[in-house]
């Protein structure tokens, strides 16, 4: 089985902390509590971004609570790295958990290939384009043409920590949207359908709650999308030179 489940809780986070805790305790789970990153409380953290590679590589600035997101993943990633792990589940702690998740980490536990992350949701409102592998036990293991966005739910090995450490020494994106470029750097990220975690919307992200970014001009709106399409192209570029290599 999983060797140790993690849930990113902000200490202040109360109420999410109480609602992972009771879907936990119903399906008879255990959980480590790893702390969100506030770059108030620790500014000396804002370290890890690099304003030069968000300006080639993003279309905006990061906000404190993107930076700490990262940061607190980053954090999950270290503990199974520092203590020898296996393999994790990570959520984040406005996860709505189904009540087959033994099923599902079984599941994975059993996988004969090799993976980095296994992907347990998928909150795009329009779903990725995915390649059916194989199924096993009922469930379909799938591939990605661009990994979905959210860090919501997902299990990850302990040689993928390791990669996502070495590769995260400096950020310049969002976590989710780093994961993909990853993927061109050998990050091996699978998802299981049907998914069997969703998101709470019911909460607030607390990204949005501290989110530290200043309201931007008609032009400077612009030329963000302009580079967003730039860069769109860019990755579309990168994965159809990626799968002719591989032969994907």
């Known amino acids: 089985m999983i060797s140790k489940a993690f849930v990113i809780n902000m200490p202040s986070s109360y109420e999410r902390l109480n609602a992972i805790s009771s879907q936990f305790k119903k399906l008879n789970f255990t959980f480590e509590i790893v702390p969100g990153v506030d770059l108030k409380l620790e500014p000396h953290l804002k370290d890890f971004y690099s304003v030069q590679d968000n300006i080639k590589n993003f279309y905006y600035p990061l906000s404190d609570g993107e930076i700490g997101c990262f940061l607190a993943h980053r954090n999950v990633w270290k503990r199974i790295v520092e203590n020898e792990i296996n393999y994790g589940l990570v959520l984040e702690d406005d996860a709505l958990v189904s009540d087959d998740l033994k099923n599902v980490l079984e599941v994975i ?20 384009r995915t390649k ?83 309201e931007i001009t008609s032009s400077l709106k612009i030329k963000r999308n302009i580079k967003r399409i730039l860069l769109s192209l860019e990755y579309r570029l990168k994965k159809f030179l990626y799968d002719l290599k591989n032969n994907i």
Do not use: M
């Open 132 to 214: 059916n592998l194989f199924n096993i036990d009922g469930y379909d293991l799938v591939s990605y043409y661009k990994p979905p966005a959210s860090t919501c739910a997902y299990v990850i090995s302990r040689s993928g920590a390791e990669l996502l450490l070495s590769l995260s020494i400096k950020i310049s994106r969002p976590i989710d949207i780093e994961k993909q470029w990853y993927v061109f750097k050998g990050l091996k990220i699978f998802g299981l359908k049907p998914y069997t975690v969703s998101q709470n919307f019911k909460f607030v992200s607390e990204i949005d709650r501290i989110k530290s970014r200043k």
């Open 109 to 128: 536990d059993n996988l004969k290939i090799d993976w980095h992350i296994i992907k347990l949701t998928e909150t795009n409102l329009k779903p990725r």
